[in-house]
Nanobody, 124 residues
Framework: QVQLVESGGGLVQTGGSLRLSCAASGRTFSTYSLGWFRQVPGKEREFVATISRSAVTTYYADSVKGRFAISRDNAKNTVNLQMTNLKPEDAAVYYC?????????????????WGRGTLVTVSS
């Protein structure tokens, strides 16, 4: 069982930066791959980024590639999402998720555990 709690959301101006963090409970954190997704009310949840169990492999949605960076610290049981050059279309509730697999996935149905989300607002 893994419990995930996101933090770091807030209001930022277009072009600004935010760093989201997700703290996980459980001693098996290092055995999970991790992902970040986002959702705007009334729309489907959207893949943002994922990182493998070993942190060797990362994968990003085209819409955030070059602007966002996912990382993990297995010693601290955290996964982070550094977001730069934020755009109004990045505004959403951001969720972290854990998958009991060595590799991450861009499909939300592949993930086993979810946090409750943190809100990111981008003003134009």
């Amino acid at each position: 069982q893994v419990q995930l709690v996101e933090s770091g959301g807030g209001l930022v101006q277009t072009g600004g930066s935010l760093r989201l963090s997700c703290a996980a409970s459980g001693r098996t954190f290092s055995t999970y791959s991790l992902g970040w997704f986002r959702q705007v009310p009334g729309k489907e949840r959207e893949f943002v980024a994922t990182i493998s169990r070993s942190a060797v492999t990362t994968y990003y949605a085209d819409s955030v590639k070059g602007r966002f960076a996912i990382s993990r610290d297995n010693a601290k049981n955290t996964v982070n999402l550094q977001m730069t050059n934020l755009k109004p279309e990045d505004a959403a509730v951001y969720y972290c998720a854990a998958r009991d697999h060595m590799m991450g996935s861009s499909l939300d149905v592949d993930y086993d555990y979810w946090g409750r989300g943190t809100l990111v607002t981008v003003s134009s």
